[in-house]
C-alpha cells in the first residue's frame, strides 16, 4: 500500500469569492502541468474555456496547458483552486475517485479561514461532495445543485459541478451549461455572451 500526500498547497487569489474543491490530482504520469486538473483527458479547462471565452481552447497552447493564462484568469475572477483530499491510497492506481481511499482529508474550515471573502463552495464530484459534507451540515446535492449553509457564522453557498472526467456520463455541452449556471449565480461572470 502506497501512500499519496496532495503535491501542491491552495491557490488563493487576493479576494477569492469562489473556492472549487475537487478531490485529489490524477497520478503524476498522467500531469502535463503542476496545478490542477493537470490531465489533458480531463475536460476542467477546456468547460471553463467554453463558460468564459467560448473558446473550448482557450487555456490551451497546442497541446499543452497554458498556465500563466490560467492563473491570471483565475486570479482576475477571484476564483480560488483546492483539493479535499491531503493524503490518499489509490486502490488501482489510476484517477478514480471509486478507487481513491482517503487517509486524510484537508481541513476545508481552517482553509476557508483564510478567504473571508469566499462566499461560494464548488465542489466538481462525488467524493468531494462527501468530505466537504464531514464538515457541514448540508444535504446532498445533485449534480448542478446550490444550497446554503452556514461557515463558522458566515453564510455561504454550496455548488455541486457535474465532473469534468470524460468517464462521466454527461455530454460536454451538458456539462458547459451547468458550469455557467452556477458561476452566473455565483455572480462571477462570463467574458462572451452565450
Given at each position: 500500500m502506497q501512500y499519496e500526500t496532495h503535491p501542491w498547497g491552495p491557490f488563493l487569489p487576493p479576494h477569492t469569492r469562489m473556492l472549487i474543491l475537487g478531490s485529489m490530482p490524477p497520478p503524476r504520469k498522467r500531469w502535463k502541468m503542476e496545478f490542477f486538473y493537470p490531465n489533458p483527458q480531463n475536460d476542467f479547462w477546456r468547460i471553463m474555456g467554453e463558460v468564459f471565452f467560448a473558446d473550448r481552447e482557450a487555456f490551451l497552447c497546442g497541446k499543452e496547458f497554458d498556465l500563466p493564462k490560467i492563473k491570471a484568469f483565475l486570479t482576475g475572477k477571484k476564483i480560488g483552486m483546492y483539493d479535499t483530499v491531503q493524503e490518499c491510497v489509490r486502490r488501482k492506481g489510476n484517477a478514480s475517485d471509486a478507487a481513491l481511499e482517503v487517509v486524510e482529508m484537508v481541513n476545508i474550515p481552517e482553509l476557508l479561514a483564510k478567504i473571508p471573502e469566499?462566499?461560494?463552495?464548488?465542489?466538481?464530484?462525488?467524493?468531494?461532495?462527501e468530505n466537504v459534507m464531514k464538515f457541514y451540515d448540508m444535504k446532498k446535492l445533485g449534480v448542478g445543485e446550490c444550497c446554503e449553509f452556514s461557515a463558522d457564522g458566515r453564510k455561504m453557498r454550496m455548488a455541486r459541478f457535474p465532473s469534468s472526467s470524460r468517464a462521466y456520463p454527461l455530454a460536454f455541452a451538458e456539462k458547459v451549461?451547468?458550469?455557467?449556471?452556477?458561476?452566473?449565480?455565483s455572480g462571477i461572470v462570463s467574458e462572451h455572451v452565450a
Open positions: 469566499c462566499r461560494t463552495l464548488a465542489v466538481t464530484g462525488e467524493k468531494a461532495m451549461k451547468m458550469y455557467a449556471a452556477i458561476f452566473e449565480e
